[in-house]
């Protein structure tokens, strides 16, 4: 992955890019179908162990993001987080604070109905943490799940100063 321009600007804390990971509520995924380029944004939920990130996603069984998602595709994401104006004497010595995290994975359907459940519970957990989450299994059947195997992200920050 090519090095950051701002390098002055990257997160390198893991526990920092979990918690902007935790903190997020969308994500945006990017990939390439026959139509060309598209960008689609999501709830998630997630997983973190050993270093391996995998984000969970769901969706109605068809449309466009499900035709590419199905078949397995290499893809891009970014969250982003924290957005503030940061104003100046000048126009241009205007700017913006952010948290985001931008990273590259191969994103497939889950097929097993335990790692689908995984899938559902986590994207609940991280959505809705104070409810309980409850799945009959007419209702695990009635949606795709998504896993983005991620296989490199990195954080940047821009604070208000």
Request: proline share 2%; glycine share 8%.
């Amino acid at each position: 992955m090519r090095q950051m321009r701002r390098i002055n600007r990257q997160i390198t804390d893991e526990e920092k890019l979990l918690r902007i990971i935790e903190e997020c509520q969308v994500v945006r995924i990017g990939a390439r179908d026959g139509e060309g380029m598209f960008i689609v944004p999501v709830n998630y939920g997630y997983t973190y162990k050993d270093g391996s990130l995998k984000l969970y996603i769901h969706s109605a069984r068809e449309g466009r993001k499900a035709d590419l998602f199905s078949g397995g595709a290499d893809v891009a994401f970014e969250m982003d987080q924290r957005h503030q104006l940061i104003t100046g004497d000048y126009t241009c010595s205007y700017s913006y604070a952010y948290q985001s995290i931008m990273g590259n994975g191969h994103i497939r359907l889950v097929e097993s109905k335990e790692e689908k459940q995984l899938g559902l519970e986590k994207l609940m957990a991280h959505m809705a943490p104070e409810h309980p989450v409850r799945f009959l299994d007419t209702m695990i059947e009635a949606v795709h799940v998504y896993c983005l195997d991620v296989t490199s992200f990195t954080g940047k920050e821009r604070t208000a100063e």
